[in-house]
């Protein structure tokens, strides 16, 4: 059986407005820009995608199904701009056929600096998903998929997931495929049960998320068809197909004009079809329910699901992302006892520049190639992105009363 895992990342970041040395001012959000970012991707995306689930679900009579991890800072944008996107992601969740998977409220890279800040995030985009889809997620995201055995054994020891998600990088797995469940390996440092751990089969869903509409790909133009026989080659070799990507796949990064949403309106009926009565659709909460761990996934290091090496260097590669990061962190303290002395705005804000984006835009690798780095910062060099957010960093100091 070739089970099919599909796995949604929804993200919209806060942006900073220009901040300058001489603005003194505690307003460090472009909003207008963050609400026309936000309703352009709702139209190209969010809208016509989520609908178009809706009525795969609908028509497949509930075999199909999709599960999300929206960050805290999505919701966020949703409910204060887009407030129909929001009510379709409900919609969706009413069905039984999406899952809402749990991540940290501000898209942070928090578990490498703070575990209190992070477990902190944790609980607050938990109490999101409850309040605004009626689930308690049981499956864990982090940020950009980052992961390692230590966060494996600090979610283990949280006692709120069972599984969480990774990617499948070939350096750690070897001869081994991805299309199985594992588990991280126990060191006797921890009692707690081993959460188990659902892997990105990064080239199919690759496949989909960067390659679909390149015409150097041999494979163009890649139709459901095809891509359904890719699956159905797991059977014997594995027993689950972990698609993981951006929601933005649908529409804004492949656009409509690609045929990606043709693609997607005929793929469940394609992946039925090529092995009936065999292959099917799960949520991650069926997947760990109806198939068991394989063998250990021993993961020593961070790694992620960004650029070919699959590690932090997109975020933490260079000098001024570490100096960034470090003063951010070294603030959590004076910020969190400023905030119970009567700043109600100020652990908020500083939750904010948190978001991992802001230091994904300080990163200078290919930056003169033009390439997906460049693509998403709103900036014009990495150096610019640093300074911005230091002089915003250098304002929430002030506010903490930090010399």
Not at 120 to 132: F, G, N, R
Not at 149 to 154: I, P, S, V, W
Not at 251 to 274: A, R
Request: charged share 25%; proline share 4%.
């Amino acid at each position: 059986m070739a089970s099919v895992n599909f796995y949604f990342q929804v993200h919209q970041p806060f942006r900073l407005r220009r901040y300058s040395v001489f603005d003194t001012d505690p307003f460090y959000f472009g909003n207008d820009e963050n609400q026309r970012i936000c309703e352009k991707v709702a139209n190209k995306c969010y809208r016509p995608a989520t609908q178009k689930l809706l009525d795969l679900v609908r028509r497949h009579e509930g075999r199909f199904k999709v599960a999300f991890s929206i960050s805290g800072v999505a919701l966020e944008q949703f409910q204060l701009w887009t407030p129909d996107v929001l009510e379709l992601f409900q919609k969706l969740g009413e069905t039984g056929c999406c899952e809402f998977l749990g991540e940290t409220s501000h898209h942070s890279l928090s578990f490498l600096f703070s575990r209190d800040e992070f477990s902190e995030q944790i609980a607050l985009h938990e109490k999101q998903v409850q309040d605004l889809f009626g689930q308690t997620p049981r499956i864990f995201r982090n940020t950009e998929l980052t992961y390692s055995n230590e966060l494996a054994a600090h979610i283990a020891s949280l006692g709120r997931h069972d599984a969480v998600l990774c990617e499948g990088v070939d350096r750690l797995l070897g001869f081994r495929s991805p299309n199985y469940l594992y588990v991280p390996p126990r060191d006797g440092k921890n009692d707690a049960a081993p959460v188990k751990l659902l892997l990105k089969n990064y080239r199919l869903s690759d496949d989909i998320a960067f390659r679909f509409s390149d015409r150097n790909w041999s494979e163009w133009p890649l139709n459901a068809e095809t891509f359904a026989k890719w699956v159905n080659l797991i059977n014997g070799d594995g027993y689950v197909c972990n698609l993981f990507m951006d929601y933005e796949t649908l529409g804004e990064h492949q656009w409509q004009e690609t045929g990606i949403f043709e693609f997607l309106d005929v793929l469940p009926e394609k992946i039925f079809d090529v092995n009936p009565g065999v292959n099917d659709f799960v949520t991650p909460s069926e997947a760990i329910a109806r198939y068991a761990p394989v063998g250990e996934y021993n993961v020593p290091e961070m790694i992620s699901w960004a650029d070919t090496e699959r590690d932090l260097s997109a975020w933490l590669g260079n000098a001024m992302q570490d100096n960034a990061a470090a003063e951010l962190y070294r603030l959590e303290a004076p910020v969190k006892a400023k905030h119970a002395a009567g700043d109600e705005h100020i652990l908020e804000d500083w939750r904010k520049l948190t978001t991992s984006d802001h230091l994904y835009y300080m990163c200078t690798k290919y930056w003169a190639d033009g390439d997906v780095h460049k693509y998403f910062s709103p900036y014009d060099s990495p150096y610019d992105a640093y300074i911005n957010f230091m002089n915003v960093l250098d304002n929430i100091r002030k506010r903490a009363d930090v010399e």
